[in-house]
């Protein structure tokens, strides 16, 4: 079985978490013995810059350069349409496997060569909205205008998907939802689920690092990892912090990551006065892995998700997640019995600070390990998809 992997994004060029998605996949199906090539794109101020080509991990990997605009995912496919065909051609696949926005216009002529597949990570309506909402709440001009102005776009591309594409995959039973909403029930007999995975044992390798040994840590540090969007709800966790500080100031919050909205946060920070917040902007991968080392908890304060990397792998480590109580997050959780799912920031605060001694914590982190690490795996989820890459073959 020979798969071609299609997104505009791949490690080291990572904008969101459908590049690390595309890399913990196509090590998954080369552990099962699928012969894997990833055609991904780099972004350069030069597009006439030449095509680098690797192998890594027993994986073939092209690197196709594209103008740095937005969007990005149609900058990739509109500047790489002949060296896509050329590609698919010399590589002869049995499937193409392609990523939602990153994948049309160019399987209109891709699908000639071998059945297309397109894995769906997000639903522009549930951006749209999010996008909308943050304006009087706090949210910056580049929410409104990725996802709001943008939405028409957004929307044509992702039906033109489901369209076209022979197969399409959402990664959470909520993002199905959405998505059937937004698109019509024509799609519903060709959208299947299947969850976001985890590579277990590269994650407990890096995460015990090269000794083995593990930092200290502390039943009272909260992580925080991702984009500073108002849908991620990163203003929520300075009112947390404040809130915090009143009602337990022995309780810190680690954020990591960067965007539209860090300025004001920081700002914030200072404004109030909280000691409890540390703000590590941008950062290495190694640098997030010591900062999880030395948590309890993971905080995904998002108004939207459909299946978040930085959840399951904090999951399967067995950080306690705090989350509002929407649909992803019940999903994720097994209705809410595998974290801690407020109503808003204060019944977060509430349910935290009244959960329990270190042995009830450790006994919870352990109980959400076992079931993500059942839920989550990697292998289990790169099976499914091989299971129907021989079905569309």
Not at 76 to 84: G, V
Not at 151 to 167: A, I, N, R
Not at 239 to 263: C, N, V, W
Not at 325 to 330: C, D, I, K, V
């Amino acid at each position: 079985m020979k798969v071609l992997l299609l997104t505009h994004e791949y490690p080291p060029f990572i904008f969101g978490g459908v590049g690390s998605f595309a890399k913990e996949l196509a090590n998954g199906l080369a552990r099962l013995g699928v012969n894997v090539t990833v055609v991904s794109g780099f972004p350069v101020l030069d597009p006439r810059k030449k095509i680098t080509q690797e192998r890594e991990d027993g994986i073939t990997v092209y690197r196709l350069p594209y103008p740095n605009i937005q969007p990005r995912h149609t900058m990739f496919q509109l500047a790489n349409l002949k060296r896509l065909t050329s590609i698919v051609d010399e590589v002869s696949p049995n499937v193409i496997h392609g990523q939602s926005a990153a994948s049309f216009p160019a399987l209109l002529n891709l699908k000639k060569g071998a059945p297309f597949l397109v894995t769906f990570h997000t639903s522009p309506l549930m951006e749209k909205i999010t996008s909308i909402q943050s304006i009087s709440r706090g949210g910056s001009l580049a929410d409104f205008r990725v996802f709001a102005v943008g939405y028409p776009v957004w929307s044509f591309t992702f039906k033109e998907e489901l369209k076209h594409s022979d197969c399409s995959v959402a990664v959470s039973n909520t993002l199905r939802t959405e998505l059937l909403r937004e698109m019509g029930e024509q799609f519903i007999e060709k959208i299947q689920v299947i969850h976001n995975g985890v590579n277990l044992e590269a994650l407990d390798r890096e995460y015990k690092g090269r000794n083995g040994k593990f930092c200290e840590k502390s039943d009272k540090l909260i992580l925080f990892a991702g984009r500073f969007f108002w849908r991620k709800g990163v203003l929520s966790l300075i009112k947390l912090a404040s809130l915090l500080q009143k009602k337990d100031p022995e309780y810190r919050i680690i954020m990591h990551g960067t965007g539209p909205l860090f300025s004001k946060v920081q700002m914030r920070i200072q404004s109030l006065r909280l000691p409890n917040v540390e703000l590590k902007g941008f950062t290495t991968r190694a640098e997030l892995v010591q900062s999880m080392r030395r948590c309890k908890f993971v905080v995904i304060p998002s108004f939207y998700e459909a299946c978040p990397i930085a959840l399951i792998e904090a999951m399967c480590l067995g950080k306690i997640p705090l989350m509002f109580n929407l649909p992803f997050s019940s999903e994720l959780t097994d209705g809410g019995r595998f974290g801690i799912i407020a109503d808003d920031v204060t019944d977060m605060v509430r349910k935290l600070t009244a959960f329990g001694e270190k042995d009830q914590l450790d006994s919870f982190g352990n109980e959400i390990s076992v079931f993500a690490r059942d839920t989550f795996d990697m292998n289990e989820s790169a099976r499914k998809y091989l299971d129907l890459y021989r079905e569309l073959s």
